[in-house]
Nanobody, 121 residues
Framework: QVQLVESGGGLVQAGGSLRLSCVVS????????MGWYRQAPEKERELVAM???????NYDASVKGRFTISRDNAQNTVFLQMNDLKPDDTGVYFC???????????????WGQGTQVSVSS
């Protein structure tokens, strides 16, 4: 079973930094796009940043210039470096990964359990 485990969340003051990590484990034949989403209280889950296996990136406009997504393909890990954090960045951050578990299966999108990021003003 493919599993995603996030770490690195916490409480930080505005202007501070956090680094999130997400490790993908289990049967992995091909690991494609990896990304981060967040869900604020009473709001829908939204894309924060996405990184393709070839290096293409996509960021939400609200985090451009402050957040950086990166990945270690050898370790099946994706990172999110978050700098100059703002109270509006508060939410549960979820890792996602598109995985083809075996040669004869299709790609599916898997999710982590989420990690809380809280930014105080």
């Amino acid at each position: 079973q493919v599993q995603l485990v996030e770490s690195g969340g916490g409480l930080v003051q505005a202007g501070g930094s956090l680094r999130l990590s997400c490790v993908v484990s289990g049967p992995i034949y091909i690991l494609r796009d990896m990304g981060w989403y967040r869900q604020a209280p009473e709001k829908e889950r939204e894309l924060v940043a996405m990184l393709g296996r070839g290096g293409s990136t996509n960021y939400d406009a609200s985090v451009k210039g402050r957040f950086t997504i990166s990945r270690d393909n050898a370790q099946n890990t994706v990172f999110l470096q978050m700098n100059d954090l703002k109270p509006d960045d508060t939410g549960v951050y979820f890792c996602s990964a598109e995985v083809k578990p075996t040669w004869n299966t299709t790609f599916e999108k898997y999710w982590g359990q989420g990690t809380q990021v809280s930014v105080s003003s």
